[in-house]
């Protein structure tokens, strides 16, 4: 398995940006979807967004469309979710996820298809 860690969060005001990183070691990182979920306290885990080993396909949940943008940097082994005009609704604990896939352009949304996970990063955004 690839073990992952990410980065980034942290406290920022409605509107304001931030982006997450996804560190990636273990294994040949490029083999992998990579997606990005997170958890609000007392909710669960839900699906973000996600990349193709290719980088050429991405998907997003339609509640962050238009303000999440996913993109990988394969020579550094690292995932980006750059996250723009933010809302109170976004407060949660940000996690990174990959999942193994035979085809360049494939991307998952599904928890159970990703089989490495990282420890998460808070994320809070104040009214």
């Known amino acids: 398995q690839v073990q992952l860690v990410e980065s980034g969060g942290g406290l920022v005001q409605a509107g304001g940006s931030l982006r997450l990183s996804c560190a990636a070691s273990?294994?040949?990182?490029?083999?992998?979807?990579v997606g990005w979920f997170r958890q609000a306290p007392g909710q669960e885990r839900e699906f973000v967004a996600a990349i193709s080993r290719s980088a050429g396909s991405t998907y997003y949940t339609d509640s962050v469309k238009g303000r999440f943008t996913i993109s990988r940097d394969s020579a550094k082994n690292t995932v980006f979710l750059q996250m723009n005009s933010l809302k109170p609704e976004d407060s949660a604990v940000y996690y990174c996820a990959a999942a193994s896939s035979w085809y360049a352009g494939t991307v998952y949304y599904k928890i159970a298809d990703f089989g490495s996970w990282g420890h998460g990063t808070q994320v809070t955004v104040s009214s």
């Open positions: 273990g294994r040949t990182f490029s083999n992998y979807v």
